[in-house]
């Protein structure tokens, strides 16, 4: 994991259209959600609420039913 000094200053995403531009062009690079949020945070300064508002939602995992004996 590369160092990261968190006293250097970071563009701030604030604007809800610039984003969803943003997550929308890191998610192509992104080999998963956690690599995605991980690239976002550590380049950019993000409210983390509007990032999941702007996220698709995963899928849950499926419940599947006992079967009958």
Not at 12 to 24: E, H, I, K, N, Q
Not at 34 to 51: C, K, M, N, P
Request: proline content about 12%; aromatic content about 6%; charged content about 25%.
């Amino acid at each position: 994991m590369p160092y990261s000094d968190s006293l250097l200053p970071r563009p701030a995403l604030t604007s809800p259209v610039l984003l969803a531009a943003t997550v929308d062009a890191l998610g192509r690079s992104a080999v998963s959600r956690r690599d995605l949020w991980r690239l976002l945070t550590d380049t950019y300064t993000v409210d983390l609420d509007a990032v999941a508002a702007v996220l698709p939602p995963e899928d849950p995992e499926p419940a599947w039913l006992r079967t009958r004996e």
